[in-house]
């Protein structure tokens, strides 16, 4: 393959895998509310977190462009500071990855909490342990195959990102470009064995993760 592809590749990783890391970390907390509040906000934060499953990607990434850009709330408020907008940087495809791929770390997470119930919880708060115990020690080894299925799909997931990236990050080779836009590059210019090399990477990957 070409140099630019091997970036391309290089890209997509580093995006796939800091979107796993920061969501398991963003997800955890997030989803042991949601299995446990009784809060009246919680139907409307689930809907909130299931919202990207639903919504266009170029629709998410459209508007996540303008509040990242010069003239966005976010982009703009950066710029007074004296730093730089995050349109067409890997920041900003960081956080547009983070955003559409969020209900496949919560969801799951969610669920697995839900199954363990109440009880092994409780038996080990009557034996002194308190509520980050009870998390660290008790819950998550329990439901670690929820956290397994939340990092893998959230993964490959973004591994086959394409209109949300496309949008916030353009087209910059070595900054933005990720797999998906170089297979739409490759099949735009009718270079099909290029392109069935680029999608046998990422099969490949996918399969992996």
Known sequence: MAAADWQAAWVTLQLCTATTLILLLLALPLAWWLAHTRSRWRPAVEALVAMPLVLPPTVLGFYLLIALGP???????????????????????????????LPFAVQPLQDGFRAIGRGPLDVAATLGAGPWDRFVTVALPLARGSVLTAASLSFAHTLGEFGVVLMIGGNLEGHTRVLSIAIFDAAEALDYPRAHRLSALMLLVESLA
């Open 71 to 101: 003239r966005g709330w976010i982009g703009g408020t950066l710029e007074a500071l004296g730093g730089h907008h995050l349109a067409f940087s890997f920041s900003g495809i960081l956080i547009g990855s983070l955003l559409y791929s």
